[in-house]
């Protein structure tokens, strides 16, 4: 996965954003970070992963990957918006943080990355930012998205995004 292309495209559309709404002034980040949580409980939901009352199974394959991708992109804003090398995190994640301890159910994955994303939030470090994408891309990892087809998913997603700004979304 080229991150470091994906984050220039993710900074295009958050430019884009930030000027057609004229949020010049504004401090994003809490938005942001209550956005990744939505999209992430968006995935739960369509996983149906916790849903032990009831017989109905997960959402189709391509369901779950767009609601990951959507994800995606608030990590993305997230690091350029701290200026983090994004080059290098995949390559902390494939390396350091990779979990290596016993699978976790789909349940506990989703709390762990929600975990993840608090503490990023609450200390503002490069390490919990890369703690909690780690664990975000174990999430996606778990689902059996390759990261091939992530970074397809997240340019089709980009994509449908800036049509949705030119339509005033």
Request: aromatic letters at 10%; a negative charge; one cysteine or more.
């Amino acid at each position: 996965m080229n991150l470091k292309r994906l984050c220039q495209m993710q900074r295009v559309l958050d430019d884009r954003i930030v000027n057609e709404h004229k949020l010049e002034d504004l401090d994003l980040e809490e938005n942001i970070i209550l956005a990744l949580l939505v999209e992430i409980s968006e995935l739960a939901n369509e996983t149906r992963c916790f849903k032990h009352w009831s017989t109905k199974g997960p959402s189709e394959n391509h369901v779950l990957l767009e609601e990951y991708v959507d994800s995606l992109h608030f990590f993305l804003s997230i690091a350029n918006h701290n200026e983090y090398e994004v080059d290098r995190l995949l390559e902390l994640y494939t390396n350091d943080f990779k979990q290596q301890e016993e699978e976790k159910s789909l349940v506990s994955a989703f709390i762990h990355v929600t975990e993840k994303i608090i503490t990023m939030k609450s200390t503002k470090a490069v390490f919990h930012y890369v703690e909690a994408f780690s664990a975000y891309l174990d999430l996606g990892r778990m689902l059996g998205f390759s990261t091939e087809e992530i970074e397809q998913a997240y340019v089709r997603k980009n994509e449908i995004n800036h049509q949705r700004q030119d339509n005033g979304y």
